[in-house]
T-cell receptor, first 109, second 114 residues
């Protein structure tokens, strides 16, 4: 029973490259979320999915796309990475209490 | 949309003292107010939460108070211990279509000095 699993844990990209962050949960929750965390900025919501087949924008969606592949999986894609997207990314799931993954540290050079 | 302000950004206390962190929110329709603790290099974890039909909630050394009229809520930690050192985040949301779209404050770094 892993809870929320994110991959990769670390990634270095060059400006303009693309990548996908994967997230899977085995907690049987309908809702899933992607947050980014920057120093002094707290956690900011990028996208969320209230249920399988639905996604919606959060506070900072520009430059990102998401896919809710099924109830368990919610991926975050950077089509053309920019240095401003250097951050720690957290996937979460839950209703009420959120359960976070361990985070993915992304550096864009 | 919702905006959550959190103060102070840093807080240093002596072991055994109390610590208080305050947050204000802007959306009067928000009805769920959790607090998360994040230790260095770890994921955020829920420590206590309160819903808008309750004014105060306590769990051992931690308590949260909510003033809906003033739109602010606070975290109180009594008898602080070094292991309470962490970054604490408040958040606010209202349930929308089965999901709670939490908006977080910017965090308070609490240091408990032995």
């Amino acid at each position: 029973n892993a809870g929320v699993t994110q991959t990769p844990k670390f990634q270095v990209l060059k400006t303009g490259q693309s990548m996908t962050l994967q997230c899977a949960q085995d907690m049987n929750h309908n809702s899933m979320y992607w947050y980014r965390q920057d120093p002094g900025m707290g956690l900011r919501l990028i996208y969320y999915s209230a249920s399988e087949g639905t996604t919606d924008k959060g506070e900072v969606p520009n430059g990102y796309n998401v896919s809710r592949l099924n109830k368990r999986e919610f991926s975050l894609r950077l089509e053309s990475a920019a240095p401003s997207q250097t951050s720690v990314y957290f996937c979460a799931t839950g209703t009420g209490e959120l359960f976070f993954g361990e985070g993915s540290r992304l550096t864009v050079l | 949309g919702e905006n959550v302000e959190q103060h102070p950004s840093t807080l240093s206390v002596q072991e055994g003292d109390s610590a208080v962190i305050k947050c204000t929110y802007s959306d009067s329709a928000s009805n769920y107010f959790p607090w998360y603790k994040q230790e260095l290099g770890k994921r955020p974890q829920l420590i206590i939460d309160i819903r808008s039909n309750v004014g105060e909630k306590k769990d051992q050394r931690i308590a949260v108070t909510l003033n809906k009229t003033a739109k602010h809520f606070s975290l109180h930690i009594t008898e602080t211990q070094p292991e309470d050192s962490a970054v604490y985040f408040c958040a606010a949301s209202r349930a929308q279509g089965g999901s709670e779209k939490l908006v977080f404050g910017k965090g308070t770094k609490l240091t408990v000095n032995p």
